[in-house]
């Protein structure tokens, strides 16, 4: 009887540990599959306004909007194919940013619809490009690099929570993009890179 009740204290014991440890486990779980779909998104993105990518029709399954200089663009108001939204998280200029929430591109496909929407897993991404300046201006005044070439910056931040704060989870990923910004179709808020 004395062996049945020893034994049974090592079981109990073991499972208090195993329990106390199961919430830790799911929490880093948790985080590194958040730190994989950004960095997976996180390159997608990059590629894709880098390269100024017109097609891209699946990000209107993924992109809830669009806040460019003051207005919001949602889908059918602002944004209507994959052209529309890299065109809009490439607007011209040193001080505007482009910030969109998203859900994520490689992410669950349940997460895709409409209905999942609330509960799906949320990013927020600032995308800002900037001149690029010359370290050294006085070495060569008359070369003017930053009319060809471009700073890019993504800024990933997450969760976003349903009031709409945003998490502390935060990526950033930069390139330079050498090429001209160009408007496309003209007088449009569209705006892609062209080498």
Not at 12 to 31: D, M, N, R, S
Not at 52 to 61: I, K, P, R, S, T
Not at 110 to 136: E, K, M, P
């Amino acid at each position: 009887m004395v062996e049945i009740a020893i034994c049974l204290a090592i079981i109990g014991f073991a499972l208090v540990a195993i329990i106390g440890i199961l919430p830790a486990g799911l929490q880093v779980q948790k985080e590194n599959r958040e730190d994989t779909l950004i960095v997976q998104d996180g390159e997608y993105f990059m590629d894709a306004i880098r390269s100024g990518a017109m097609g891209l029709d699946d990000l209107v399954n993924h992109v809830e909007y669009i806040v460019v200089a003051g207005q919001t663009n949602t889908l059918n108001s602002g944004f209507n194919n994959g052209h529309d939204i890299i065109g809009l998280l490439t607007p011209p200029g040193n001080s505007t940013n482009a910030v969109a929430v998203v859900r994520p591109i490689g992410g669950a496909a349940a997460d895709t619809g409409a209905i999942a929407r609330d509960l799906a897993f949320r990013y927020q991404l600032t995308v800002q490009q900037l001149n690029y300046s010359n370290s050294l201006p006085e070495l060569d005044p008359n070369f003017l690099v930053s009319s060809y070439l471009r700073d890019l910056r993504l800024e990933f931040r997450w969760p976003v929570h349903a009031n709409g704060s945003v998490g502390n989870g935060r990526q950033v990923f930069r390139a330079l993009v050498s090429g001209t910004l160009i408007n496309d179709p003209s007088n449009s808020t569209f705006y892609f890179f062209r080498p």
